[in-house]
């Protein structure tokens, strides 16, 4: 099975990373774009394996060769005198059965006859494919085959397809004169089945979904690495697998494949689900195969690994192109195929008591967090794991006075938290997801982005959706029009009418913001939480105790983010807002009730003076990061992001 990028090659170098990091209690290996399946087939007989792919086929010959440990035996199909199928669907003449089969979709659509061109299989080979599909699905329908028998049978069947399809490697394309392999006699491939005695387990998903419910030993990726989506080069494949009769287009006749695109391919999602990944990866190692041409960097894979895994673990593995490539490489590039390891953080969780006998569990440290479904500029997602571990118990009420995004709201455990912002907007919207059925948001968002045509290159059907919004001012509405704005971000002009610019060839409603928003909306339903639209100044906290919490992040004073400078319909930030903020906070000190304060200390040649002299009394915790989605960022002088609390 030739498959891009394979890793027959690759297989001893893989093995060697994970002995040279392993302990030798590693009990299960997941391989989760599993591909034809030879990495979990190599480590079959050492680990519990588990593989999934998106691709059907791919899915296929694992159940055959990995889920089941055994051959089968087709005892079935013995009571109607067949006692070795393979050689039955090989050698029963099918061209005087032709007229039998109704269904006949390879023979029709990818072998030349009056109606097709297409040169990918001969017509004996296509109507011995037909009779072969049918022929298993009729054994698997009258129940005289097993389901191991017949994932066994049709694994058999797509391993033979390349060995007569008249292609160069892929089904991009075929060939314009027929290649001698294709002329060949159709054989199915005899496959052999390694017992390891464990229970393995392969899937058929997307897997950011799938990560979300794996956990064991050794993860091993090996994702798309460039924008070619791999239904499209392997649609004949795909076909014969699933066997759907699929409206077909093109010279290629290739099936639809908008639901199985991976967001690997796409430059503008890449990092996100990458590292939604590496951070939902429930697994004590991680080993991912890529290379020097992919839409990732080398810098970018070491950022997020070392994110989300123990620095001093990390490995790069560097082997040159055409030691793994049996074939000479034409061009320039100096193509290096990359193996990174590291060892992945375990969250450690501690049980604590709060009021009402109310047992709750905490996640310190390493706790994997909730992400907001809005890019809000200065959201704390990425300093969450900072922060939060800082966090003492709140057994009463925690409030957020500048919430933004909602980022440290929804991912605090508390009796009760309260959200508030000055964009009335936002909160708008935060309070109707709250109330509205979640599968009624998806609709609306859907219907939205079909009505308007939105998409990440249609300028013109944003401009009119952008229209549409400001006329009826539609909270759901305005998170999709988000989804295809600049950079995902909130603008409004001083009449609160929404202006944000389009995000050419980047934003769209893509997955991984699906999976994000869904998260969010079951988190917002299940908690104890209130939103609402004041200035911190009108907000009443005198019934706060000691029980209770209060976190800021304000504007702020020294940087240019567009939500402080008074030209976006919501009041600016300046030095009267911040003294009055932190008058507020010695107020709450006095009464012995909690607070925490996020801030800029310095910014490039800039120092919040005010801010400096007031820490004083407090305790302050300098924050390693600098964000990447705010106006004021830049490498020049940087950002002294700080934590200020008075426990």
């Known amino acids: 099975m030739r498959f891009i990028g394979g890793k027959s090659q690759l297989l001893t170098h893989i093995d060697t990373v994970i002995r040279e990091n392993s302990s030798g209690s590693e009990r299960v290996f997941c391989d989760i774009f599993a591909g034809t399946g030879s990495v979990a087939r190599y480590f079959k007989p050492r680990y519990e394996i588990h593989t999934n792919d998106i691709l059907h086929f791919s899915y296929v010959l694992q159940k055959a060769t990995i889920e089941y440990n055994q051959k089968p035996s087709f005892h079935g199909l013995a009571g109607i005198d067949i006692y070795n199928p393979l050689r039955f669907l090989e050698e029963v003449r099918t061209d005087i059965d032709e007229q039998n089969y109704t269904d006949l979709f ?76 294709a002329l060949k006699d159709f054989e199915m491939v005899r496959l052999e089945i390694y017992d390891n005695t464990q229970k393995n387990k392969c899937y058929n998903m997307d897997a950011n979904k799938l990560i979300r419910e794996l956990e064991g030993d050794i993860l091993y990726l090996d994702p798309p690495y ?38 690997y391919c796409s ?66 590039h100096d193509l290096q ?15 604590f008591t709060i009021k009402a006998n109310h047992s709750v569990t905490r996640e310190r440290k390493t706790r994997k967090y909730l992400k907001s479904p809005l890019n809000y500029i200065g959201g704390k997602y990425r300093l969450l794991p900072q922060i939060l571990p800082l966090f ?45 059925d979640t599968q009624a948001i998806i609709t609306q968002i859907e219907d939205s982005i079909t009505r308007f045509n939105l998409s990440k290159d249609n300028e013109s059907g944003f401009t009119d959706f952008r ?104 009041k600016d930030w300046k030095e009267e807002q911040e003294i009055s903020l932190y008058r507020l906070l010695d107020e709450l000190h006095d009464k012995g009730i909690r607070f925490a304060l996020s801030n800029v200390l310095t910014h490039k040649d800039r120092t919040n003076e005010i801010l400096s002299e007031w820490a004083k009394k407090y305790d302050v915790t300098i924050l390693d990061f600098g964000y990447n989605n705010s106006s004021y960022n830049t490498t020049r002088g940087g950002s002294t992001e700080v934590l200020v609390t008075n426990f």
Request: net charge positive; hydrophobic share 30%.
């Open 337 to 351: 195929e990359y193996l990174f390891y590291i060892r992945k953080r375990k969250s450690r969780s501690v049980t």
């Open 392 to 436: 003492p118990q709140v057994d009463g009420t925690f409030i957020d006075l500048f919430a933004g995004g909602c980022n440290v709201g929804i991912n605090i455990i508390a009796d009760a938290v309260v959200c508030n912002d000055i964009n009335t907007k936002i909160v708008e919207m935060y309070q109707v997801f709250q109330k509205t």
């Open 106 to 181: 390879i023979t029709q659509n990818y072998s030349p006859n009056d109606k097709c061109k297409r040169m990918y299989l001969s017509h004996k080979n296509a109507l011995r494919i037909d009779f072969i599909r049918n022929t298993v699905e009729a054994w698997k329908q009258s129940k005289l085959i097993s389901d191991n028998e017949y994932y066994y049978l049709l694994a058999a069947l797509i391993e033979g397809v390349p060995y007569v399809s008249n292609i160069t490697g892929t089904y991009g394309a075929y060939l314009k004169e027929w290649d001698k392999r």
């Open 226 to 263: 460039n924008g070619r989506q791999y239904v499209p080069n392997y649609h004949l494949l795909e076909t014969i697998s699933r066997y759907d009769s699929p409206p077909i287009k093109g010279i290629t006749g290739v099936r639809p494949y908008d639901d199985e695109k991976s967001a």
């Open 267 to 332: 430059k503008s999602d890449v990092l996100d689900v990458f590292e939604d990944l590496i951070d939902k990866a429930n697994f004590k190692s991680i080993i991912l195969s890529y290379n020097n041409n992919g839409l990732m960097t080398a810098a970018q894979i070491e950022d997020i690994l070392k994110k989300h895994g123990i620095k001093s673990s990390y490995k790069r593995y560097d082997i040159p192109y055409r030691k793994y490539k049996s074939k000479i490489v034409k061009g320039d």
């Open 467 to 570: 229209n549409y919004y400001n006329l009826t001012q539609n909270p759901i509405d305005l998170y999709t029009l988000s989804c295809y704005s600049f950079n995902y971000q909130f603008r409004f002009n001083n009449n609160h009418e929404y202006n944000n610019p389009f995000g050419r060839n980047r934003s769209h409603f893509s997955e991984n913001m699906r999976t994000n928003l869904l998260l969010f909306l079951e988190r917002i339903k299940k908690m104890n939480i209130e939103f609402s639209a004041f200035e911190f100044t009108q907000i009443d906290l005198n019934a706060l105790t000691h029980n209770d919490m209060v976190y800021c992040d304000p504007p702020y004073l020294i940087t240019t983010g567009s939500y402080n400078d008074g030209n976006r319909g919501f």
